[in-house]
């Protein structure tokens, strides 16, 4: 019995309607920053990320967890080189510490990490 359908995640940063911009551009989503304290992003199968301003927001630091990052994206793509000059390109920055060869690590606008996957 499920109790719920097309559930959401929000993400605290300190500018909701620009990281609803990058996350929108990079997965192809329907983009909603009409309100600046929250922002939104929806698939058109429904799936949907929200943002929420967090004054004194203060970004993970990965991979130590003196700041534990919490959660993180894995977004599966064809060819790793093309997405990743495709997401620098949107204003993530590769991370320094890169433990595998079949997935990139990046930070996002906000400083969250986030990983793209090649199978």
Known sequence: MAIARNPSIALDCPDPAALARFYGTMLDWKIDDSDPDWAEIRADYG???????????????????????????????????????????????KHEHQPGTTFRVFLDPAGHPFCLCVN
């Open 47 to 93: 799936a949907c990320i929200n943002f929420q301003r967090v004054d004194n927001f203060a970004p993970p630091v990965w991979p130590g967890q003196e700041k534990p990052q919490q959660m993180h994206f894995d977004v599966i793509v064809d060819d790793l080189d093309t997405a990743e000059a495709a997401v620098i390109e949107l204003g993530a920055v």
